[in-house]
């Protein structure tokens, strides 16, 4: 097997996750075993991208007890910050069982960016990571660290956004 390589998908504009989910699928196409992680996702059901990717036998793992305050400002940050420390230890775990082809860490660079880990935890799970796996990490705010650590680096660019005018998030689009 080919020696994996460190993806990082981030920036201000659309498509991180959905990129994402697409490698997943085409990993999956031929046969590679996918594990999804997902941070900080809001706590209502299955995306549309959820529900396409366990069709196409992908693993997904929602933290379920993580949001952030962007979708409630009751979120206990203490608690929060907990609940993605036992996340980061199961990831760890199941980027060392070697069973996995390709593993996302979905939203994990909007953990870092907003402080709920560190940059260590980052390191952490690249040294973890079995020579040919790929990994990805999506999300806003990758810090410089990442960056350079990745062999793929994707910006997503923000031009024009329609929740900038008033257009809230659509069933089948945005989720």
Not at 34 to 45: A, C, D, M, N, P
Not at 160 to 175: V, Y
Request: glycine share 8%; net charge positive.
């Amino acid at each position: 097997m080919q020696k994996g390589l460190i993806h990082v998908y981030t920036g201000e504009g659309k498509g991180k996750t959905t990129a994402a989910f697409g490698l997943a699928k085409r990993a999956a196409g031929h046969g590679r075993k996918v594990l999804i992680l997902q941070f900080l996702k809001s706590r209502t059901k299955d995306s549309g991208e959820i529900v396409t990717a366990k069709k196409a036998g992908i693993e997904v793992v929602r933290f379920k007890d993580q949001t952030t305050p962007l979708f409630d400002p009751d979120v206990n940050l203490k608690e929060l910050k907990a609940s993605i420390k036992k996340a980061l230890a199961f990831s760890v775990k199941e980027i060392k069982s070697d069973v996995y082809d390709v593993v996302i860490l979905d939203e994990f660079n909007t953990v870092l960016s907003c402080g709920y880990a560190t940059i260590r935890s980052a390191m952490k799970i690249i040294a973890a990571k079995p020579e040919r796996l790929e990994l990805v990490f999506t999300g806003r705010g990758a810090p410089e660290e990442l960056i350079e650590a990745a062999d793929y680096v994707t910006e997503m660019r923000m031009i024009k956004h329609p929740f900038n005018k008033g257009i809230k998030a659509r069933k089948g689009i945005e989720f």
